[in-house]
């Protein structure tokens, strides 16, 4: 069992950076593919970064790619994601999500992943 706590998120300005945290329970954090997703109002739950139990290889979803970048601290069981030159496009909940993955592989689709947080909110002010 894994328990995810996301952290950061708020109210920025269109061009302004945010970096969200997730600090997951257990003694397995190193064991888990980790991801974040977000659901902007009205739309579905998309994918929009992951990164391998090592932080050895990453994903991002090509709406964030170049903007964004997903990091993991295995030390202190924590999931980071910087997000710079945000755009109002990118308000929504953010949530982190944990696959047990058993080759250790990056996957996209949020129903591949076990365990997920409560969600924080980001707003990008125009």
């Known amino acids: 069992q894994v328990q995810l706590v996301e952290s950061g998120g708020g109210l920025v300005q269109t061009g302004g950076s945010l970096r969200l945290s997730c600090a997951a329970s257990?003694?397995?954090?190193?064991?888990?593919?980790m991801a974040w997703f977000r659901r902007a109002p009205g739309k579905e739950r998309e994918f929009v970064a992951a990164i391998r139990r090592t932080g050895g290889n990453t994903v991002y979803a090509d709406s964030v790619k170049g903007r964004f970048t997903i990091s993991r601290d295995n030390a202190k069981n924590t999931v980071f994601l910087q997000m710079d030159s945000l755009e109002p496009e990118d308000t929504a909940v953010y949530y982190c999500?944990?696959?047990?993955?058993?080759?250790?592989?990056?996957?996209?689709?949020?129903?591949?992943?076990?365990?997920w947080g409560q969600g924080t909110q980001v707003t990008v002010s125009s």
């Open positions: 999500a944990a696959d047990r993955s058993p080759l250790g592989i990056v996957r996209t689709a949020a129903i591949e992943y076990d365990y």
């Open positions: 257990g003694r397995t954090f190193v064991y888990y593919v």
